[in-house]
């Protein structure tokens, strides 16, 4: 795993081999033996076969069986491929000598998973050669290890995750160069000031996405100032090479997302006539994008038109589905607030269909959240219904807990539209529950009221079970978890069903919270609420008591409400 590979410009999985070429996963047959290999080999079986009866050592063969796999792989054989580096895998313990190819194989295996879209298993694959990589020491290769990491793990777990494993490689990288500053010659300097540059371009990416942008900004702006050095550090001094030209597309198109219109321009300007040329299809298709976008930001619709046609095709001959897909929602939002939704429909509805085909379920989603608000918009509820439904299947499948806390939002008030009380109940009880088994339970909570809401709204609902649900997760955490005004908010819609247990309970509960927070005055006050409610649930001692506790905060206070509490207590002693 010598010199640098330029990570792909777009997060997304490609071949080991021929990168962009995304094929179906391999059917492997039920038996695979050395004859299966030997029979793909053809002339170069016997090469091998003599090669590995007269290996020295199990470290030798590992080395062979890897040969194997990598000339396997050169035919697109993609079942044998696996075989053979199953075979070197078997001998990774057998000594030093062969664990010293550990990096190396773990390497071809997570390629070998990322190309076939096994992304779960190049994780790990990747996630192995980083460690061995570390270990020895190896920092610019783990810097690469950590950026496919980032890269499979951006589709797999979404954004979060990749944002850790891309800064983890750009902290390989910057120990790299601070040792190559000490040590050694200018070439290994520039590539270890590219491929920095590249590990920042990375790291950008993935915290725009994350809708993070001044993070996105200062890494794309060091971006690059490292593609910068790269080249003066080969002794060019004048015009800017590829990769500053790429990076400098990637920091305007932050900046025009974040708002910064003019320094969009401006950054993207000083490239303009080398995007035009530049050898990517994909990155002359971004420069095309920023131009059509920045156009639209100005209000000129008809001057956006040609720019943007020339971005989708680009993007078309470079295989950049989803940059194809997001760009539609970005001029669909522009549109929508230039020309209203009917204009930015056909964008959304492009965007939604490219993004199903390229089967990146959670970039699928928030395009998903994006179609139905704008249906929504247009008074098309069944649409936006059924565009929702899949794209909370999507974010439930995925365990992403904050794009299902934005689209359970849509979908209820969808639902609730079409007077689907139990829909909409349905949705925030799979929220609710989701975010219980994670651990949220401040967010378990706020789903729960929101789904107690809808059973007291709609008639013939029984808001019993979802009470009680709610009491449940309320008595583990109380009602710090509730904002300010919630706990008695909801006492008071559980009492008005006659749910006055519960409603006693929550009181308790929040005038304990506001004694503990120095606020007797509102802690006597709630008390005496919880009096009244136990007292209608029955418990007049515990009433009683309450009011006791109120009374003796209130006077020690000076309440001017003691008087009549004690006048409640008293009919409630007599009673």
Known sequence: MSGSSRPPEELRPRRPIRPGRVGPPITTPAVLNDAAIVSTLGMRAPHYLIALERAADDAARMALWIEVGDALALMERWDRVRLAWDRALALVDKSAAARAQAAGLYWRLGALGEGLSNLSEATSWYERAAEVLRREGALQDEALARMALARVTFHLRGGGEARQHAREAVLAV????AQLAADSGEGEARRAHNLLGEALELSGEVALDLGLHEEA?????????????????????????????????ALAEALLESGQVLQAVTAYEAVEDLVESHDSAETRGRGMALFG????????VAEATEPL???????????????????????????????????????????????????DELRLAPIGYALARCYMRLGEWVRADDVIAKALNVVQNAGDLEGLGRCTELGVKIAMKLAQGRLALERLLVLARTRGRLGERFGEIAALRAALSVTLAVPGMDPVPVASELMESLRQVGTEALGPGEALETAEALAKRGLDGYAREIAEMEADKLLSEGRPADGARTLAKAAAWSLRAGDRWGAIDLWDRAIGLGAGLGLAEVEHWGTERAIAHGG
């Open 174 to 177: 910057r120990e790299a160069v």
């Open 217 to 249: 900004i200062a890494s794309l702006r060091e971006a690059v100032r490292q593609h910068e050095r790269a080249r003066l550090a080969e002794g060019v001094a004048e015009g800017r090479s590829s990769d500053e030209v790429r990076a400098t597309v």
């Open 293 to 300: 976008l920045v156009n639209l930001e100005l209000g000129k």
């Open 309 to 359: 046609r020339q971005a989708h095709a680009w993007y078309e001959a470079a295989g950049a589905t989803l940059r194809r897909a997001r760009l539609h929602v970005a001029t669909a939002r522009r549109v929508e607030d230039l020309t209203g939704a009917e204009d930015a429909r056909v964008h959304y509805e492009r965007a939604w269909a490219l993004a199903q085909g390229a089967g």
